[in-house]
């Protein structure tokens, strides 16, 4: 029942930008804290940024720090994942999940920057 839909990846160039989404269903996505991943073939999973149910505390990975941003809509059911200033360590399939009570993963959203 739980479902989550990644989108908005796509090549970009170093130093661009890209907005993901994350469509949730099948839980209280209000009630829960979220999370972006990435992860690269053969290399482990890494959590990128966390949002707050309300949205008033957030926190992220050293890499992504001040370029990163993580947003979400609960009355969407929606989380986003503003990227900028992209760079080549920065290719990654993103993924969204709950924080606390990662059941299943989607499919997943492919982000590549290069020239």
């Known amino acids: 029942q739980v479902q989550l839909v990644e989108s908005g990846g796509d090549l970009v160039q170093p130093g661009g930008s890209l907005r993901l989404s994350c469509a949730a269903s099948?839980?209280?996505?209000?009630?829960?804290?979220m999370s972006w991943y990435r992860q690269a073939p053969g290399k482990q999973r890494v959590l990128v940024a966390t949002?707050?149910?309300?949205?008033?505390?957030?926190t992220y990975a050293d890499s992504v720090k001040g370029r990163f941003t993580i947003s979400r809509d609960n009355a969407k059911n929606t989380l986003y994942l503003q990227m900028n200033s992209l760079k080549s360590e920065d290719t990654d399939v993103y993924y969204c999940?709950?924080?606390?009570?990662?059941?299943?993963w989607g499919q997943g959203t492919q982000v590549t920057v290069s020239s």
């Open positions: 999940n709950r924080k606390n009570w990662a059941t299943v």
């Open positions: 099948g839980f209280t996505f209000s009630m829960n804290d």
């Open positions: 949002i707050a149910v309300l949205g008033g505390t957030t």
